[in-house]
């Protein structure tokens, strides 16, 4: 019976944070440590303003994110011309975050030397901005990161990581990633402990009043100078949840700007 509960929040779970069609054309990623391939360092021959001479972007996705759901905003990342790599966390994210940021850590690695790139830019949605910031923070990203931004990341953690509690799971069902965006974890207190916005990263976040997942929405905004910008403070009327915040035209006007280093004036009426 409680193996069964599971699986049926899990599924639940997976409906809320991976589009529907993108779950349906998910084949199996390879490993955040495979070896690089050319086709994921693809872009079009368009010339724009971006151009091949920026950072490479690691899209960094989020809890039961499969890589194939990041498509939509690394393929507007590729007509802008930029190099772009999808990074699945490991496990789907399940595990403990620090382990994920390890991981990334080696990915950057790669990436890093596979483009020739001092650093890399980081565009992040949900767990994976904590998996950035833990990696940025403590394992040296710090030096190896430009631009970070996030998408929707439960940076001071989210009420909804306790919703197990109310169908009877416990804390989370176990799910030690979802245990650490707990608001008042350990995890959390220590990631937020002293400066919110190490180094000489350029930190933007981006929210959304209708995200589902992140309650209360402002627990996704950093302090020390960071860029926080929510959406339907620029556009009333626009609509995004929280997966949307990866398919949104407006919102990536925002990730656009932020790894050009330009203004902030999101475009409200961007496809």
């Known amino acids: 019976m409680l193996l069964r509960k599971i699986l049926a929040v899990i599924t639940t779970v997976a409906a809320l944070l991976v589009p529907a069609a993108a779950a349906q054309a998910a084949t199996p990623a390879s490993s955040a440590t495979a070896a690089l391939t050319a086709a994921d360092a693809a872009t079009p021959g368009r010339t724009v303003a971006a151009a091949a001479s920026a950072n490479p972007v690691i899209v960094v996705g989020g809890l039961i994110g499969v890589s194939i759901a990041y498509e939509p905003i690394a393929a507007r990342l590729r007509a802008d011309g930029y190099r772009v790599w999808i990074y699945q966390l490991p496990g789907l994210g399940v595990g403990d975050i620090r382990d994920s940021a390890r991981a990334l850590s080696s990915y950057v690695d790669q990436v890093r030397a596979a483009t020739g790139a001092a650093k890399v830019d980081l565009v992040t949605h949900s767990e994976g ?143």
């Open 129 to 271: 901005g904590l998996v950035s910031r833990w990696y940025t923070k403590f394992l040296g990203g710090a030096d190896k990161v430009d631009h970070y931004v996030s998408l929707g990341t439960p940076q001071h953690g989210t009420y909804v990581a306790n919703i197990m509690n109310f169908v009877g799971l416990g804390s989370c069902a176990g799910v030690v990633a979802c245990q650490q965006m707990t608001i008042g974890s350990d995890f959390l207190a220590s990631l937020n402990a002293g400066d919110d916005t190490p180094g000489a990263v350029r930190w933007t976040t981006v929210r959304t009043w209708q995200d589902e997942l992140v309650r209360p929405v402002d627990n996704a905004m950093l302090a020390d100078g960071a860029t926080n910008v929510l959406v339907q403070a620029w556009c009333p009327l626009r609509v995004v949840g929280h997966v949307g915040l990866v398919l949104d035209g407006t919102t990536y006007t925002v990730v656009r700007q932020a790894l050009a280093g330009a203004a902030i004036r999101p475009d409200c009426f961007a496809i």
